[in-house]
């Protein structure tokens, strides 16, 4: 049973440029999250999806991130007009249970994102 | 808003050495408290799920505990392929799917 995976492991972006982050979920999981690990920090919430829908947005910067979960096909974290900043690690998560549960999550390998 | 914070920030043991890491918690509601393991690099892998205070885990080497204020993760005859950074989170209130992280315990096992 393949984990969690994510493309690309590292993503190397020039100011300005946009990022965009894949994650596919295990097999049988239909709830995503993301989070963001900023050097000497913890890993810190994004945003909670399912397929189609974005449950809980409330990590999420206001502007220049965007996340989706379509019905067919990967969960994709964007980045608009990176800055220095956006340099960090971001994980993808997947669980089979979601709101209203108190299942846990499991993690992928992680998007290491470098801003030049 | 939840809280967690975790002691000590690192811990070094010797081989065969037992010890104790701690994890305190501020939450509306606990859902769940979990334990994950970080190696350099590489995503949490899961450990363990809390969900009451005087449950217990056991896996291997580690066994999670859990009380109404904290959790502590016992590591009994380390081996230096513990080494790892040790994460604990919480979920609770209204925050279905979000986990809040601690900043974890760096524990370094020599052989």
């Known amino acids: 049973n393949a984990g969690v995976m994510q493309n690309p492991r590292h993503l190397v972006r020039r100011r300005g440029q946009e990022a965009r982050l894949r994650c596919s979920p295990m097999k049988g999981h239909s709830h995503v999250y993301w989070y963001r690990q900023l050097p000497e920090e913890g890993l810190k919430f994004m945003v909670y999806?399912?397929?189609?829908?974005?449950?809980?947005e409330s990590g999420m910067p206001k502007e220049r991130f965007s996340a989706e979960f379509p019905k067919e096909g990967p969960s994709i974290l964007r980045i608009q007009q990176v800055v220095r900043g956006d340099s960090a690690a971001y994980f993808c998560a997947s669980s089979p249970m979601g709101q209203g549960a108190s299942g846990e999550q499991y993690f992928g390998p992680g998007t290491r994102l470098t801003v030049t | 808003e939840d809280q967690v914070t975790q002691s000590p920030e690192a811990l070094r043991l010797q081989e065969g050495e037992s010890s104790s890491l701690n994890c305190s918690y501020t939450v509306s509601g606990l859902r769940g408290l979990f334990w994950y393991r970080q190696d350099p690099g590489k995503g949490p892998e899961f450990l363990f799920t809390?969900?009451?205070a005087g449950e217990e885990k056991e896996k291997e080497r580690l066994k999670a505990t859990l009380t109404k204020k904290e959790s502590f993760l016992h590591i009994t005859a380390p081996k230096p392929e513990d080494s790892a950074t040790y994460l604990c989170a919480v979920s609770g209130g209204t925050s279905y799917g979000k986990l809040t992280f601690g900043q974890g315990t760096i524990l370094t096992v020599h052989p």
């Open positions: 809390l969900y009451s």
């Open positions: 999806l399912q397929k189609e829908n974005i449950i809980d």
